[in-house]
């Protein structure tokens, strides 16, 4: 078997399970999104904090010089505290409460991305009651869809993202109406773990017919935010390390023409740091059973819930064992059907004790972690700390 580079040792006194996060690979990451990012003229890049707000993460971005795309004031708050700058951070989700909205106007974000006219009307009352104007982009629902998981799709109109694109004019000439709010730009996302480059191609078309229908009105757009939605190999993580960036710009530099002034921004979050992280878990037990191994590890879908959640693939290692592969279903200690990691799983032999790492799992793992069954959060821990 083909596998990662894991300081194995170092590992031997650290409490399982846990995330382990590369930095070489995500300062690689970092750095192939800056030089392609560098070939396009007006190009920003918004980390999508809900992939992983892990502080030690989050400093490496900052100090990459990424913005950040945040969905709760929770976020807003990480963000803050890890030294992003304000005026780098936007600020999307569904359901704002207000003191979500308070926090931003208070902080000073760069935009709302809004959702809905209601939306928009609360916005503008908090705003002038603290006498500020919010700069804000609307999110369009294109009605394109996604080649991905059917829970992560969100640009289709039966998803509750988004404002309608008929809705569009009316939405912003109710933006232009209030005192307290500032059009700058309209908020596209179709969904997430996106390999195809023809749905951004779809995407770009559709951007294009709206933004042809609005310079037909006279009507100004600043700011062009495409989301993120860009994928990573789960199949093959140590050969295809980096996620293919220059295909992603590329895209959007073909499909979507700027005019002078005019900004794209994105929001890649999954493609930013899932190849860096790793779930690091024990092995209790292995256990004959009649029809099947299995190996029975002290990491769960508490941990790491894609697995049980979407049906999600990670690529398992034993990287304490270099004997002749066996084939194990390897599963956790939830009291729960569904916490199973991967079944007719092919490992190196797998003795009590040995660690097994989940790949890919830098990306809405330990954000994603719970306390079901009383246990305990796994820490995350950065490969220059240990």
């Known amino acids: ?24 690979i995500l300062d690689k990451t970092l750095n192939a999104i800056n030089e392609e990012i560098s070939k396009h003229d007006n190009y920003y890049v918004h980390y999508a904090i809900k992939a992983n707000a892990n502080p030690s993460v989050l ?7 990424l913005g950040v795309d945040c969905v709760s004031g929770g976020e807003i708050k990480a963000a803050l505290n890890a030294g992003f700058n304000a005026n780098k951070i936007v600020y999307a989700g569904v359901g704002k409460a207000d003191w979500e909205i308070n926090l931003g106007l208070d902080a000073g974000i760069f935009c709302f991305n809004v959702e809905s006219l209601e939306e928009l009307h609360i916005i503008s009352s908090l705003a002038e009651a603290k006498g500020k104007t919010a700069k804000i982009c609307f999110r369009i629902n294109p009605n394109v869809g996604a080649h991905t998981h059917a829970n992560i799709t969100t640009g289709l109109a039966e998803n509750k993202f988004g404002i309608a694109m008929e809705d569009m004019e009316t939405a912003i000439s109710e933006a232009n109406r209030l005192g307290n709010v500032e059009f700058i730009g309209l908020h ?51 050969g295809k390390p980096i996620p293919d960036f220059k295909a992603y710009f590329d895209t959007y530099a073909k499909g ?63 990287i304490s064992s270099d004997d002749a592969e066996q084939t194990y279903d390897v599963v956790g200690p939830i009291c729960e059907s569904s916490d199973v990691f991967g079944k007719a799983t092919a490992l190196n032999a797998c003795h009590r004790g040995d660690l097994i790492a989940l790949r890919s799992a830098g990306a809405y793992g330990e954000i994603m972690a719970s306390q079901y069954n009383c246990r305990k959060l796994p820490a995350g821990i950065m490969s220059d700390e240990i």
Do not use: W
């Open 59 to 65: 400093k490496k971005i900052q100090e990459a010089g």
């Open 1 to 24: 078997m083909n596998k990662g580079k894991f300081p194995v040792e170092k590992f031997q006194n650290i409490e399982t399970p846990f995330y382990y996060y590369d930095s070489e």
């Open 256 to 318: 979507i023409v700027l005019k002078e002034g005019q900004q794209l921004h994105c929001e890649l979050g999954r493609a930013v740091v899932g190849q860096m992280g790793s779930l690091i878990t024990r092995i209790l037990y292995t256990k004959q059973g009649k029809v099947k191994q299995f190996v029975i590890v002290d990491g769960g879908m508490s941990d790491l819930i894609r697995p049980a959640l979407y049906q999600a693939y990670h690529k398992i290692e034993n």
């Open 188 to 238: 596209f996302h179709i969904g997430s773990q996106i390999l195809e480059m023809g749905d951004f191609e779809a995407l770009c078309v559709r951007i294009n017919e709206l933004l042809e229908r609005l310079a037909s009105q006279g009507i100004e757009v600043s700011i062009i935010n495409v989301g993120g939605g860009l994928g990573i190999s789960y199949d093959d993580p140590n």
